[in-house]
């Protein structure tokens, strides 16, 4: 006789993300596209307003989301929800600064494998971009840029030139399309 056991999310899978997010361990191809799927979900549920009657990306649709995104049955793609809730915790709950911290730590791993790819300019956005969460960008202004205030259109002076109008003759000839015209006299 078999009996069937419920199996809860795996712990220790989990762990190696926390870890990974701590900076103590490295993940394979295959965790980090795990790590992507339970970020992506997490998102989804992030771009929820907290005060919304009715949520734009409901648990459903995120399984159905998963589902259909990365060809699971409907079984994984449950378990992926349930993990990424497991693990980042639901953003619906969280305060904005464990908000604030999640998004700290997935720009930062994306700057980390932005440097390693070699793609500095993509680095240094996001770095930029960690800094103003952090409350720590300082935007310097060069003297090279124009400060001329565009938010105020300018004043445009105007002259009215007074100029008759050119009288046209009704009786011209009106040119034909196509036609050639007539070859000058010979000498």
Known sequence: M?????????????????DYYAGTTDLNEEEKKSLDRY????????????????P??????IVKFVRQNYHV????????VNEALELFGDMQQLSLRARKAFRLQHLERREKDAVAAGDHIAAARLNDQINKILGTYNE???TEEDLTDYSVP???NYEVIDVPYEIIRHDTPKPVAGQIPPSPPAH
Not at 39 to 54: C, H, I, S
Not at 56 to 61: E, I
């Open 154 to 156: 300018p004043t445009l």
């Open 56 to 61: 734009v990306w409901t648990r459903a649709a």
């Open 2 to 18: 078999t009996r069937a056991v419920r199996l809860l999310p795996d712990e220790d899978k989990l762990q190696k993300y926390r």
């Open 140 to 142: 310097e202004k060069t």
């Open 73 to 80: 049955s409907i079984q994984m793609s449950n378990r992926i």
């Open 39 to 54: 970020e992506r979900v997490m998102l989804l549920f992030g771009q929820n307003e907290p005060d919304e009657a009715e």
